[in-house]
């Protein structure tokens, strides 16, 4: 039979009462769906709903074959082995026991005579070839630990594999494992991400927003197409809708003016006695029908009216644009803005960083820095800013900068937004911290937000307010991994926002997406120390 996950007319609401679904129906078979959808649409809650870690409100879930999980977050217990990362502990000990002459009728009934050799292959599709079994987790990288996840499910071979958001916080080297394995899946695979290479390799696209569940065939690409094409549509539909509603008004008013012109002659013609009383009565119980008559027809073709405007808006998702513009540097063509002149750098472990290192931006340009995890991208980071010294060479810093990481430390969590401004920019005037934040869309109560309640995207929003829309704004932004954690529309909007910055850009980024998107200009490429 064939596998599948069946969501028939599923709802759930959230613990503080908030409606995530509203009778939802999807299926998820074979093939690899790519779910995605604004932060807080509820991805991993359906994810959750599918395994049934959650219970839904109302509706049912229908589950046929095995499905295996590969979560966002990967925290293996204190003491762990590798082995136990891709579940495997039991197995290996029954064949253990066996081997040694100690197994039981149990262990020969459950054993797995190819399990050594599953996990082999498996480990080398992930790129973890001979690694030890007994080898603690602890001592995996993040990236290790998301192959071995991988490798777990190749070891298991479910029928439905669900994966959130794989490819968070991993090199290009990882992220092309992730892909390897989702292309050569034989069963089906639902992957939340907002990672567009692994998107366009998905058979259709699902996206959760506040008008339900919408299903796209193909990949990322066609989804964007075809997704400003129901916007616009609608978009017309809406304003559509809205001038026939005024053009309804318009003649109900027109048609009322002229009654009542009516009348008014008839009162007059009364007043002057020109007609017998009779007639005159008989006049005024006319117009007083006439006069419902238009009023009951009047309301209908205005409930029509109104019923066509509503469903016109239902198909536009009612949201607050994300597109924000960022304030201008004054940054002089050829002003020296960072310079590395034969920089070295080692930890006290002797783990050599960089060696002989140069590099130079000068004015408005953007450099990327790439390579694995582990090759030192944030410790070149930490140098630029001051917070690290080199061993030997000189950096010279020319401007102030701004960093901003994929958590957006500088702000204080128990702050509101407002403190947040104050405290990072003690001399601007109340009225100037409202408008910078307005500016990058927190107006009115948003601004009073604690730092700690937003999203990742509303947090590097918030940061950008607070550093960039300051009395003197910073000539250099450096961004650690910018994109982890936000949905495709803050991406977006945060490159629309870079791309048109006038000051310098140093970019550590594994997106080539963003990075084509902003105008990287030039890369620097680190070796991993591994």
């Known amino acids: 039979m064939l596998p599948y996950i069946i969501l028939d007319s599923l709802s759930f609401r959230s613990p503080d009462g908030r409606t995530l679904f509203d009778s939802l129906t999807l299926a998820f078979a074979g093939g690899r769906t790519g779910l995605v959808g604004a932060n807080g649409a509820g991805k991993t809650t359906l994810l959750r709903l599918m395994l049934g870690e959650l219970t839904p409100t109302s509706g049912s879930v229908t589950r046929r074959g095995r499905i ?128 567009r290479a692994l998107l366009r390799r998905m058979d259709r696209i699902v996206e959760l927003s506040g008008l339900g569940a919408r299903v796209y065939g193909g990949g990322y690409d066609l989804y964007t197409v075809r997704r400003d094409e129901e916007a616009q549509a609608a978009a017309r539909a809406l304003d559509t809708a809205a001038r026939e509603a005024r053009r309804v008004d318009r003649e109900i008013q027109a048609t009322r003016e002229r009654q009542d ?56 998702e009612i949201r607050q644009t994300l597109a924000f513009d960022l304030p201008g540097s004054a940054l002089a063509a050829g ?15 002797g783990s050599t960083v960089c060696s002989g290192l140069c590099l130079r931006i000068t004015g408005p340009a953007r450099l990327a820095v790439t390579g694995a995890n582990g090759s030192g991208k944030t410790t070149l980071i930490r140098l630029a800013m001051g917070e690290l010294a080199p061993d030997a060479g000189r950096i010279t810093r020319g401007v102030e900068a701004l960093v901003l990481d994929q958590g957006a430390a500088l702000l204080h969590d128990e702050e509101t937004l407002i403190g947040n401004y104050r405290r990072l920019n003690p001399e601007a005037p109340d009225h100037m911290a409202h408008a910078a934040l307005a500016r990058l869309l927190f ?13 990742g995207g509303e947090r590097l ?34 490159e629309q926002a870079l791309a048109g910055y006038d000051g310098a850009l140093l970019v550590v980024s594994h997106d080539e997406d963003f990075l084509a998107a902003i105008g990287v200009d030039s890369r620097m490429h680190l070796g991993s120390r591994d």
């Open 68 to 195: 295996g999980v590969l979560r966002q977050s990967l925290s293996p217990p204190p003491g762990a082995r590798l082995a136990e990362l891709l579940e495997v502990g039991d197995d290996v000990a029954r064949l253990t026991r066996l081997a040694a002459g100690k197994g039981t009728a149990q262990d020969l009934d459950l054993a797995r005579w190819d399990l050594e050799v599953d996990i082999e292959t498996a480990l080398a599709q992930v790129g973890l070839a001979g690694m030890d079994l007994n080898r603690p987790a602890a001592d995996l990288s993040g990236g290790e630990a998301t192959r071995a996840a991988l490798a777990r499910l190749l070891v298991q071979r479910p029928d439905i594999i669900l994966l959130d958001e794989p490819t968070n916080n991993l090199d290009q080297g990882a992220r092309a494992v992730v892909a390897r394995v989702l292309e050569t899946w034989p069963g089906g695979a639902v992957v939340v991400s907002h990672d």
């Open 261 to 316: 012109r009516r009348d008014a002659a008839g009162l007059r013609a009364k007043a002057r006695g020109d007609a017998p009383r009779i007639v005159l009565n008989a006049r005024g119980g006319q117009a007083e029908h006439t006069r419902g008559g238009q009023q009951r027809l009047g309301d209908r073709r205005r409930a029509g009216a109104a019923e066509q405007l509503d469903a016109a808006r239902a198909q536009v």
């Open 335 to 349: 002003k020296l803005v960072l310079a590395f002149d034969d920089v070295d750098f080692a930890w006290p472990d």
């Open 443 to 455: 107006r009115n109560n948003a601004a009073l937000k604690r730092a700690g309640d937003l999203s």
């Open 461 to 494: 929003r918030a940061a950008l307010a607070c550093r960039l829309m300051a009395p003197r704004p910073p000539q250099l932004i450096v961004l650690d991994e910018p994109t982890n954690h936000l949905d495709l529309a803050s991406v977006e909007a945060i």
